[in-house]
C-alpha cells in the first residue's frame, strides 16, 4: 500500500475531531442539532486551517443514514454509513467539488448548475462545494446568483475562498459566512504532539516547537513540514536537524545579539553577526526571531505577574525572563521597532548580512547614553533652564543724561530723563542695544516684579523730517537716530494662550515655589546636563516634585502613573546615588505643583510674553501697523 501522508491521513472526519475552530464548530453543531440550515455557505481563512474538511464534515452531516440506516441529518456523522464513506473517498454522487481556479468560467459553472435541477440520487441533500470561489469571473458570479438566492430545498451551496474581498457582496449577501482563524503556534504543538505519538516517532519538544512556528496557522503546512522533517531526520525529529532544514536561526545566537546589545558589547555584536554569515543563516530570520524574543520580553516587563505561568517544559522561557530584568522596557521597545523596520532593508542592501549588520549597530546607535556612554537622543521639547538665573548684563558706562540699555524686567523702574537735544545725547551702539535685549529676553521671571519697567529703542525719522534734514554719512546713521523710552508690561506668569497645559487643566498648572522646589530643579538640571538621565527617567525627574528629604530617603510626587514604572525609578535612584544624593527614593502619585517641568514652561512662557511685548509696544512696529495696516503673524516672535 503506497504511503498516505500526514495531512490526508489525518484530516478530520467529525467535528470533534477539528482543533483550532471550536467558534465555526459550535454555531454548525447548533444548527445542525436545532436543524436550523442555511442554503449557502461561506468559509474563509488563509491556506490549511480547514476549509475544505469543514466542508466535507457539514455534507456527510446532512446525508448521514446512520449505523442501521435510519439516522437523520445530525451534528455527529457516523462515518460507517455507505453516505459518510463514499464522501470520504470522494465517489458519492450528491456532492461535488468545483475548483474555481481551474472552472472559473461561466460555461462550467452553467454545467454545476444545469444538475441543481435534478433530487439526489442517494442521500438526503445535494452539496455543492465551490473551492477558491474568488477566482470566477464576473460572468459566471452573475450567472449563479439566482439560484445561490433561491436553490431548491434539496440543494445547499458551500463556498470556501482564501481571499473574501473578491468575492462580490451581491454573493456575500446571500450566504452565511464563517470566518477560520489561522491556528496557534500552542494548538498546532499539541495536535503534532499526539500525531507523532499515534505514529510512534520520537520527537524532541524543542523541534516541534520549531515546526510549529515555521506553520505560521497552518495546521496542513506543519503536518507537511512534520513529514519532510521525519524523512530528513531519518525517522527521528531532532532540534538540530529541524532548525537545519528549516534554516532557522538558533534562539541562541538571538539571545546573545540582545544580551550583547543590552550590555552595549558592539564586538560580540559584530562578530555574531559574522557567525551568521558563516553558517549561511539568514539574515531575515535573525530579525525574525529577535523581534519574536523582544515581544515576548515586553509581555514579562509590561505583566511581571506573566513569569509565573510561563511554561515550565520551554528552555528558552528562563532565558527571555532574564533577558526581560536585565534590559530596560523603553529599550526593548526601541529594539523591537528598529528589528521590524529593518526587515524591509534586506532586499535594498547589495548584501543582506551587510545589512543585518548594519540593523544591529543601530540598535546600539540609539542605545540611551547612561548605559554605554554615547550621546544621549534629545526627546525634550523645551530647553533645560539652568539652576541659577542668570545675571543681566551691565549697562555700558555713559553720562548720566544717558539711559542706553534695556532693563530686564525684574530690576527697578528707571524713570526717562527729561529731553534735551539730540546733538548732546549719548546714544547707544548697536552692541550694547542687541546685548541688553537679550539679557531682557533670557531673565528669568521672579514673583515680584516692577510695575513698568521701562526699555528704551531707537526709532526712526519719519520719511518727511528725514528728507528735510541733511544726509549724515553710513558711518553716523546710528547717532543720528532718536531714543523714547516706552513702557514694558512685564506678567509674573504666562497667560491663558501660553499655558502649557489646555484651558481645562490652566489651574492645576499654576506654579507655587517651595523650597523644596528650588534644590529638585537645580539637582535635575545638573543631572540632565551632565546626561546621567535619559529617555522616561528624565521624563520622570522633569515631571515630578519633590516632597521631602530624610536621612538619604526622598519622597517624589507624579500626576501620571506611566512615568511610576520600576525600571525608571531604579535608574533615577542610581543616578541620585551617583550624583552623592539620595540612597532610596520612593513616588507617590498626587497633585503636583512644583515640578521642574513645570518651572521650565513657566519660565519659557515669561520669555515669549516679554518678547511679545518688545516687539508689540516698539514705536516702528506700531508705525506700521497705524499707517499700513500691517499686523504681526501670530507665533512669529520667538525669543532667542
Known sequence: MSYLVLARKYRPKTFSEMVGQEHVVQALTNALTQQRLHH???????????????????????????????????????????????????????YTELDAASNRGVDEVQGLLEQAVYKPVQGRFKVFMIDEVHMLTNTAFNAMLKTLEEPPEYLKFVLATTDPQKVPVTVLSRCLQFNLRPMAPETVLEHLTRVLAAEQVAAEPQALRLL???????????????????????????????????????????????????????????????????????????????????????????????????DASDPEAAEVARLAAALPADETQLLYSICLHGRTELGLAPDEYAALTMVLLRLLAFKPAGAIGAVAEKKTLTRPEPAAPVPAAPAPAAPA???????????????????????????????????????????????????????????????????????????????????????????????????????????????????????????????????AITALVRELALQSQLVGREEGHWLLRVERESL????????????????????????????????????????????????????NNDPYVQQLVRDFGAKIVPGSIKPI
Open 40 to 94: 449557502a455557505y461561506l468559509f474563509t481563512g488563509t491556506r490549511g486551517v480547514g476549509k475544505t474538511t469543514v466542508s466535507r464534515i457539514l455534507a456527510k452531516s446532512l446525508n448521514c443514514q446512520g449505523p442501521d440506516g435510519t439516522g437523520g441529518i445530525t451534528a455527529t456523522p457516523c462515518g460507517v454509513c455507505p453516505a459518510c464513506q463514499d464522501i470520504d473517498s470522494g465517489r458519492f454522487p450528491d
Open 212 to 310: 510549529a512556528r515555521a506553520a505560521r496557522g497552518s495546521m496542513r503546512d506543519a503536518l507537511s513540514l512534520t513529514d519532510q522533517a521525519i524523512a530528513f531526520g531519518s525517522g527521528q525529529l531532532q532540534e538540530a536537524s529541524v532548525r537545519l532544514m528549516l534554516g532557522s536561526v538558533d534562539r541562541s545566537h538571538v539571545f546573545r545579539l540582545i544580551e550583547a546589545l543590552a550590555g552595549g558589547d558592539g564586538r560580540t555584536v559584530v562578530e555574531t553577526a559574522d557567525t551568521l554569515r558563516v553558517n549561511g543563516l539568514s539574515a531575515a530570520s535573525t530579525l525574525e526571531e529577535m523581534a519574536a524574543v523582544l515581544q515576548r520580553m515586553a509581555v514579562l516587563q509590561a505583566v511581571p505577574q506573566m513569569a509565573a505561568a510561563v
Open 401 to 531: 543724561p544717558a539711559p542706553a540699555a534695556v532693563q530686564p524686567a525684574q530690576h527697578a523702574v528707571r524713570e526717562p530723563q527729561p529731553p534735551a537735544e539730540p546733538a548732546t545725547r549719548a546714544q547707544p551702539t548697536p552692541d550694547e542695544v542687541n546685548r541688553a535685549v537679550l539679557d531682557a529676553m533670557d531673565a528669568p521671571p521672579t514673583a515680584q516684579q516692577a510695575p513698568a519697567p521701562v526699555v528704551r529703542l531707537p526709532v526712526r525719522a519719519p520719511d518727511d523730517l528725514r528728507s528735510k534734514q541733511p544726509q549724515a554719512p553710513a558711518s553716523q546713521a546710528w547717532e543720528a537716530t532718536e531714543t523714547v523710552a516706552i513702557p514694558v508690561r512685564a506678567a509674573p506668569e504666562p497667560g491663558p494662550r501660553l499655558q502649557p497645559l489646555g484651558q481645562a487643566g490652566a489651574a492645576s498648572a499654576r506654579l507655587v515655589t517651595t523650597e523644596e522646589g528650588d534644590f529638585w530643579h537645580a539637582t535635575v538640571q545638573q543631572l540632565i546636563a551632565e546626561e
Open 564 to 615: 511610576n514604572q520600576p525600571q525608571a525609578r531604579e535608574r533615577l535612584r542610581a543616578a541620585l546615588e551617583a550624583a552623592g544624593h539620595a540612597r532610596q527614593i520612593s513616588v507617590e502619585l498626587g497633585t503636583v505643583s512644583d515640578s521642574p517641568a513645570r518651572r521650565n514652561a513657566h519660565a519659557a512662557a515669561a520669555r515669549q510674553r516679554q518678547a511679545e511685548d518688545i516687539v
